[in-house]
């Protein structure tokens, strides 16, 4: 029963991104690595089911390992340099036929995987071809990396058609310039140009490396994960083209792919050009959403009850932080006197209560206040006394109460009161 409980909570929670995620194209990348793994027939079967699901997809894989197995099985060298592949002549050949090996393999692969129950779909079908048109990486740092390229531009109308026809578009690292010419490509460089041409609302990554991240990452920060790795380095490109959110899945998590994208709290690292679930000013629509935080709170009298004018009247006054479009946190400040400013009704949803976001919200009434000139904070509380001492806030009497608040004040709840001086 628990098992079965899990899942209903699942579907509960997947609901609105199910509604979210129909109709918005994701640009989804992996590694040779990643398709020579024991995980990636389950990746395979995620894919299909996004795509059921009613999201525009266009994958784009590597093959970076697959080239160096078939080089050593000749005898080839295998030439790196800046994370670029020296493609001469006779490594071009391999490079060109070790692409359309995979590129087969995984047509087969997510072909079968859409054409069976029960994600069996007639207007599904899987599509690659020559989208890209490249050009030479040229000579760098004195290396002529001779037939590695750059990604010059994609065929976005022709992209977009398919995507349109509830086609899955595959993209492989490899591009042709308009002479004829082709070109090895590094797949985060096809991913990163697919992902800002044709606007895509997400690009993900699934890879295979053990990253020790935060669950989100925004772009102010994300140099400080960076180091020297490649990968990090193509998201921060990916956020600064203009792709607003970056998604890093491990393709060992069975069921990330869908995890990540179907549950409000993800499985893997988020990246975005700002903050997630940045604090902001409240306004009149969000009222609804501010009555369903605090409704719980106010039934178990934790609360004093608000209607929805009064809300409404004083909607200025909040300020809110958001996750995926829910109100998952709340606050209010009232001006007392020239000096003395109220903290009412902050709230935090249950799901988060664990996390960092009363701090937050706190700090946004702090700085708030300060910019309103007031040099104190009050609260009244009759449940978070010692959450409020551990921030800083002092045991105040109600004979300390601006005059305002002391005729408002209710003895039968007899509220704790406490100050906190602003610095």
């Not at 070109?183 to 697919?194: C, H, I, M, Q, S």
Request: proline fraction near 3%; include cysteine; charge should be neutral.
């Amino acid at each position: 029963m628990p098992s079965l409980h899990s899942r209903i909570d699942f579907f509960r929670e997947a609901a609105p991104y199910i509604h979210l995620h129909r109709g918005k194209t994701f640009v989804i990348a992996f590694s040779g690595e990643v398709i020579d793994s024991e995980y990636f027939a389950g990746i395979i079967n995620d894919i299909a089911i996004l795509s059921a699901l009613g999201v525009h997809i266009v994958l784009v894989h590597g093959a970076r390992l697959q080239i160096d197995q078939h080089l050593q099985q000749l005898g080839f060298s295998i030439d790196i340099s800046n994370d670029l592949r020296i493609t001469d002549v006779a490594t071009l050949k391999i490079v060109k036929e070790t692409i359309g090996s995979l590129r087969v393999e995984i047509e087969n692969k997510l072909s079968h995987a859409l054409n069976r129950p029960p994600i069996i779909n007639e207007g599904l079908g899987v599509l690659s071809g020559n989208f890209i048109t490249a050009k030479p990486v040229g000579v760098f740092e004195g290396v002529d990396y001779q037939h590695t390229g750059k990604v010059r531009k994609i065929n976005t109308p022709l992209i977009q058609s398919l995507l349109d026809s509830n086609n899955i578009v595959l993209l492989s690292s490899l591009g042709f310039s308009p002479t004829g010419e082709a070109y090895n490509l590094r797949y985060e460089d096809v991913a990163n140009f697919t992902a800002k041409q044709i606007q895509a609302n997400k690009l993900i990554f699934i890879t295979q490396k053990q990253y020790k991240l935060a669950r989100e990452i925004d772009l102010k920060n994300i140099n400080q994960s960076i180091d020297n790795n490649p990968l990090l380095k193509d998201i921060t490109s990916a956020l600064n083209q203009g792709v607003k959110r970056v998604h890093l899945v491990d393709a060992k998590q069975n069921g990330g792919l869908l995890l990540e994208l179907y549950t409000r709290d993800g499985i893997g690292t988020m990246f975005t050009a700002s903050l997630y679930d940045d604090i902001r000013q409240a306004t009149i629509d969000d009222v609804s959403g501010i009555i369903e935080l605090i409704s719980p709170l106010e039934e178990k009298g934790i609360l004093i009850k608000r209607s929805r004018e009064q809300l409404e009247l004083e909607i200025n006054n909040f300020i809110i932080t958001q996750r995926d479009g829910k109100i998952i946190g709340c606050a209010a400040l009232y001006e007392m006197d020239a000096k003395t400013g109220e903290l009412a009704c902050l709230v935090i949803h249950p799901d988060y209560r664990t996390g960092e976001q009363g701090d937050k919200i706190l700090k946004a009434i702090t700085t708030r206040a300060k910019q309103k000139k007031l040099q104190q904070l009050l609260v009244l509380t009759t449940q978070s006394i010692d959450w409020f001492k551990e921030r800083g806030f002092i045991i105040g009497k109600v004979e300390d109460l601006p005059a305002k608040k002391k005729a408002l004040y209710n003895y039968q709840r007899n509220s704790k009161v406490l100050f906190k001086q602003l610095k």
